[in-house]
């Protein structure tokens, strides 16, 4: 039942009807992750192990701020080799996304940023958060700093570690028409990158806003209800 849902979510998404995209991923060397695919190269076992994980954040962080929220599932991460989700993608992919082919705005003091997902397989499905928002734990001081690595550890991981520029950047993708962190429809919020070290003692997040894809860096200690992170968990 979860590989069906899931599988059909996917067919349903960014990488398979928002036609840029899709273009972009022909471009880079990737297959289009369809239905097909996906039933063909992902096994029933790592499905469950899929369906376990997306559970077990469901339920660690069921009390936190905006879980009512909070929408779950698989995402997929393409090979960085081919596709580099880190920071601005080719405008001509975000066309469908915000209307036109427009390019991202990427902080020029940005680093390269962490590459949990590394080179070497096409599509690495991640359990997280794949709606429009995550969840509010305060400012980037308050969740590397302010609360106990408990807070964070789900089987044995702690989910900060995938709070990084790769996965907010393939979740944008993955989302097609329906671009998370975006002020269209009144929801606008931002999401940090507590994986990642301070830049210049600023802290990186991600925010779609005013028709752009943005990476940007600003204040470590602003923690604003518009603040959220996305725990996630690799399924292996």
Request: glycine content about 12%; overall charge positive.
């Amino acid at each position: 039942m979860f590989a069906n849902e899931q599988i059909e979510l996917l067919a349903k998404s960014g990488w398979n009807t928002c036609a840029s995209v899709r273009e972009g991923l022909g471009a880079a060397g990737l297959p289009v992750p369809t239905a097909a695919y996906l039933e063909k190269t992902i096994s029933t076992k790592r499905w469950e192990r899929a369906r376990r994980a997306v559970e077990a954040l469901r339920g660690h962080f069921k009390d936190a701020r905006f879980a009512d929220e909070a929408t779950y599932g698989v995402l997929l991460v393409p090979d960085p080799a081919k596709l580099d989700t880190r920071g601005a993608v080719d405008p001509a992919m975000r066309g469908d996304q915000v209307g036109k082919p427009t390019a991202d705005v990427v902080d020029k003091a940005l680093p390269a940023g962490a590459l949990p997902v590394r080179p070497g397989t096409d599509w690495t499905p991640v359990a997280t958060i794949t709606g429009a928002a995550g969840l509010h734990f305060g400012s980037y001081a308050d969740i590397r700093d302010g609360h106990g690595v408990k807070s964070f550890t789900v089987d044995g991981f702690d989910t900060r570690d995938l709070m990084v520029r790769q996965i907010w950047g393939a979740r944008v993708l993955q989302s097609g028409g329906e671009l998370p962190d975006c002020e269209v429809g009144g929801g606008w919020t931002f999401t940090l990158f507590p994986g990642e070290e301070l830049t210049g003692g600023r802290a990186a997040s991600g925010t779609v806003l005013h028709g752009k894809v943005r990476f940007r860096l600003g204040r470590p200690d602003r923690g604003i209800a518009v603040v959220r992170v996305c725990p996630a968990l690799l399924i292996r």
